[in-house]
């Protein structure tokens, strides 16, 4: 057993944390990112993109840097370097992110199923069904998690056949002009795209689940490079298939282009576009809900199960008593861009005053 109490057999190995850090970072955000991102930088988008990609390998670097120093997962090391008080303030507010993090994706994809499909279906009920889902998942341990988000990639990469599609009606002087915003324009950018890149930071949790995990470094960044270069693909069909005017308006232009679609023996091949689009999100849900659940059990030494309960009751309520696009909105904005900020700002941070006390060990 490692510091953390993981016993090798729960343990994966080190080339699924490609498929882990990819799966979370590719969800909800790739159906609606564009918009936001057009606004901000324009045919200059991509750009921000890139960058966002180069502060995730940075941050992922930070993240395998800390547990060199110290084994284990964000408890030990906040622990170690901040004491038992602080350290476990700062773990509580990981564990509240990540529950947050999972919330934001859960709701956010039921309303898309509401605007898109079952409108009079309360909202409630496909919570209860996902939430009854993410616990037969997490039940079968951290094993099961990466099977499932495993399979979800590869189960998934054929919706980008929609984006092909859409490249008959591609307008590419749209792509025109480049480099035509400021530093400032592109900077805020990636900003507003984080809520593709986000989803590299649950490596802090599942990292002593990793066989041989220092091994694993080169494949978290091999996912991460991956989401970049799917998103600025992504991005640059948008370009060229919409106007700048019409990117802007288009809420889900990921879904709106996937309407263009005709096939002989499919009449609306958004429906089940929507509809397997579930299979992206479901590792989503599941491995933040995983990560809350397991930083409780650490932190408070409770079974696993209990917070997990516990997380899925209050989700389940906050879908029966205050589901609105103003509480989706609050919730977007917690993440982006405050926990955005807090995880990039605590980081190097945390790596810093580790570092520091090893120099003063050595000294």
């Not at 997490?138 to 998690?145: A, I, K, L, Q």
Request: charge should be positive; include cysteine; aromatic fraction near 16%.
């Amino acid at each position: 057993m490692n510091q953390a109490g993981v016993n090798d057999k729960y343990k994966v190995s080190p080339f699924y944390v490609f498929f882990l850090v990819h799966s979370m970072q590719t969800g909800i955000g790739v159906l609606s990112f564009q918009r936001v991102l057009a606004k901000s930088a324009g045919t200059d988008g991509w750009i921000s993109i890139i960058l966002a990609g180069l502060i995730v390998h940075i941050m992922i670097w930070i993240i395998y840097k800390i547990f060199s120093i110290v084994p284990g997962d964000i408890i030990s090391a906040n622990t170690q370097a901040l004491g038992k008080w602080l350290g476990n303030f700062f773990s509580l507010l990981f564990i509240i992110y990540f529950l947050i993090l999972g919330m934001t994706v859960i709701i956010s994809y039921i309303n898309v199923v509401h605007v898109w499909m079952f409108e009079e279906v309360p909202s409630w009920a496909f919570a209860l069904v996902f939430l009854i889902l993410i616990y037969y998942i997490n039940s079968g341990g951290f094993r099961t998690v990466t099977g499932v988000t495993f399979l979800s990639v590869l189960l998934t990469y054929w919706l980008l056949f929609d984006l092909i599609y859409a490249m008959k009606y591609a307008e590419f002087t749209n792509l025109l002009p480049i480099f035509d915003h400021s530093i400032l324009d592109i900077l805020k950018g990636v900003k507003d795209n984080s809520l593709t890149m986000i989803g590299f930071e649950l490596i802090l949790m599942f990292y002593p689940f990793i066989k041989d995990a220092k091994t694993s470094q080169k494949y978290a960044h091999g996912g991460a490079l991956t989401t970049t270069l799917l998103t600025v693909f992504i991005y640059l069909v948008s370009l060229v298939f919409y106007s700048q005017k019409q990117l802007v308006l288009t809420i889900w232009p990921t879904l709106t282009m996937t309407s263009v679609v005709e096939l002989p023996f499919i009449q609306r091949f958004e429906y089940i576009e929507i509809s397997w689009w579930a299979l992206v999100i479901i590792p989503n849900m599941t491995i933040s809900l995983w990560a809350a659940s397991r930083g409780f059990k650490r932190l408070f030494n409770v079974q696993q199960k209990y917070p997990l309960w516990g997380m899925s009751i209050m989700i389940l309520l906050i879908n029966i008593f205050v589901f609105d696009m103003d509480s989706l909105y609050i919730l977007n904005k917690i993440i982006n861009p405050y926990g955005l900020y807090f995880i990039c700002l605590y980081l190097p941070l945390l790596l810093l005053i580790i570092y520091t006390k090893k120099l003063r060990k050595r000294l």
